[in-house]
């Protein structure tokens, strides 16, 4: 659920970098540092809560 609500905000978001930036592989590395850190971020609160529970 957290990795979920960190995720990359939405399709016109990711279209609106790519149009403003003009290049693909900047629209995916931001796209990718979206996902890594999402994935980051629900890692870390799946190991804080696992001690609590």
């Known amino acids: 659920m ?4 960190f ?8 279209s609106t970098t790519y149009r403003e930036s003009h290049s693909l592989k900047w629209t995916a590395r931001i796209a990718a540092f ?17 001690l609590f529970l």
């Open 34 to 50: 979206y996902v890594c850190g999402a994935l980051i971020l629900a890692c870390i609160v799946y190991h804080i809560a696992a």
């Open 7 to 14: 995720n990359i905000p939405c399709v016109m978001a990711l």
């Open 2 to 5: 957290c990795a979920c609500t």
